[in-house]
């Protein structure tokens, strides 16, 4: 398994429910232990973590991770919509397109915003096009 030079570490509030989430997102399970995973979606990487002192530098108070979304990049949007659909989690930002300047191009990309049980805020994207 090749790891990313970047991964982020999630402490959560209630691990089972987080991972219960991600999984029904659509994220493997690469590995576990007891109270920790180590989940991948595409090539993107994260880790989760029942909340504990080891890493506390101040209070968890929800939402987590204020000031910060994670962006994924997937192949197909409408299937990560479906599942979050057949769920019933709440999408905090509808699926829209939104033009980035790259250089001297232009992407466009289809993108939604969710949150997870502890508020973290996971911003799901697929490039459709890129105008030069």
Do not use: C, H, M, W
């Given at each position: 398994m090749k790891f990313?030079?970047?991964?982020?570490?999630?402490?959560?509030?209630?691990?089972?429910?987080?991972?219960?989430?991600?999984?029904?997102?659509?994220?493997?399970?690469d590995y576990s232990r007891k109270d920790f995973a180590f989940l991948?979606?595409?090539g993107s990487q994260l880790m989760i973590q029942q909340a504990n002192d080891t890493w506390k530098t101040a209070e968890?108070?929800?939402?987590?991770?204020?000031?910060?979304?994670?962006?994924?990049?997937?192949?197909?949007?409408n299937s990560i919509l479906g599942k979050i659909k057949l769920a019933n989690y709440k999408i905090k930002f509808p699926l829209k397109e939104?033009?980035?300047?790259?250089?001297?191009?232009?992407?466009?990309?289809?993108?939604?915003?969710?949150?997870?049980?502890?508020?973290?805020l996971l911003r799901f994207c697929q490039e459709i096009k890129e105008e030069k």
């Open positions: 990313n030079k970047l991964i982020p570490e999630l402490s959560v509030s209630d691990f089972e429910k987080s991972l219960t989430f991600y999984k029904a997102l659509g994220f493997n399970l991948s979606l595409e968890l108070i929800r939402p987590y991770g204020r000031g910060i979304n994670f962006q994924i990049e997937v192949k197909d949007i939104n033009k980035y300047a790259v250089k001297k191009n232009v992407v466009i990309q289809k993108e939604f915003l969710i949150e997870d049980p502890d508020g973290y």
